[in-house]
């Protein structure tokens, strides 16, 4: 009896498992790029791998190293940041899944070169597809230097994908991300990563503050006006001439003025006199 009762349970404890729901999973690393980048492990555990596009596609850039720090970033994952991958034209990444199930993809952005917005805005499609992030603008988000976390959630379930009320086929156990070439420069990634599970229990960044947006304005390369020049009034504004300046005809000495009188009197006196002889 106890016997019976020992695979009852068993077979009960196995069905549990079977039927769990995802919420209750662990969250699974799937796949994880650090783009342009090498490999890195960040703060959470997950395993960024090298960028695997290296000398086949776009061009890789550590221009972000040139900022002293990435803001809402760790100081230690600042490199998923600081390196990126950008292309002239549309390209991508082919990430492989396993199986069924919740996932969440983590598209991580940093601009590191403008300072201003609408200067770089591209769009990023899930699996052909599924338009997930229409016209990113990272400056527009969080400034200049200041990491920003895009999160796309969906359901793969019997081959497809589900992303929000549309579908998608899902071929050779791979799903694809693109990044599409617009107007406005070129599209770009700084380190993605694939999770799987427990999506809610998803480590996020701290929310973007009044600091991390208006950081970049400082670093901004625009003029800032002199407030001596914006007081003075308008009366006292210098005019420009053309030529070279004139002298006051009212500070000459009077001397030099009586000097052409003398002198002609002087020789007019001669003359009178020489006439009275006559």
């Known amino acids: ?16 498992f079977l039927i769990t729901p995802e919420a209750t999973k662990p969250l699974q690393v799937i796949y994880a790029v650090n783009a342009g980048g090498q490999e890195h ?17 776009g ?15 760790p100081e230690n994952d600042e490199i998923l940041y600081q390196t990126e991958r950008y292309h002239t034209a549309t390209f991508g990444y082919d990430i492989p899944i396993a199986g069924d199930g919740e996932y969440v993809l983590v598209l991580k952005f940093c601009e590191v070169y403008f300072n201003a917005p609408n200067m770089k805005v591209f769009d990023v499609v899930l699996n052909g597809d599924h ?19 895009e999160y796309v959630y969906f359901t793969i379930s019997r081959g497809r994908l589900y992303y929000k ?32 599970g427990d999506v809610a229990r998803l480590p996020k960044l701290p929310p973007a503050g009044n600091e991390a ?30 030529g070279p ?3 006051n005809p009212y500070s000459m ?20 006199f020489c006439l009275c002889k006559l």
């Open 1 to 16: 009896m106890d016997y019976k009762i020992s695979n009852y349970l068993l077979i009960f404890y196995f069905a549990q």
């Open 41 to 57: 492990i960040d703060k959470n555990g997950i395993h960024y791998q090298s960028d695997p596009l290296r000398g086949k596609i």
């Open 59 to 73: 061009t890789e850039s550590d221009y972000g190293k040139s900022l002293l720090m990435i803001a809402r970033a």
């Open 131 to 149: 338009t997930v992030i229409a016209d990113l603008d990272i400056f527009a988000n969080v400034g200049k230097g200041a990491a920003h976390d």
């Open 165 to 196: 009320e549309e579908e998608s086929e899902i071929r050779g156990g791979k799903i694809r991300i693109e990044f599409i070439k617009g107007i406005k420069d070129n599209p770009k990634i700084n380190a993605f990563a694939l999770l799987k």
């Open 213 to 242: 947006i208006q950081m970049p304005q400082t670093s901004m390369e625009t003029e800032i006006p002199n407030e001596d020049i914006i007081e003075k009034p308008i009366s006292q504004k210098v005019r420009k001439t053309s």
């Open 245 to 247: 300046k004139q002298p």
């Open 253 to 272: 000495d009077d001397s030099s003025v009586m000097l052409p009188v003398i002198i002609a009197l002087g020789a007019f006196i001669p003359l009178l």
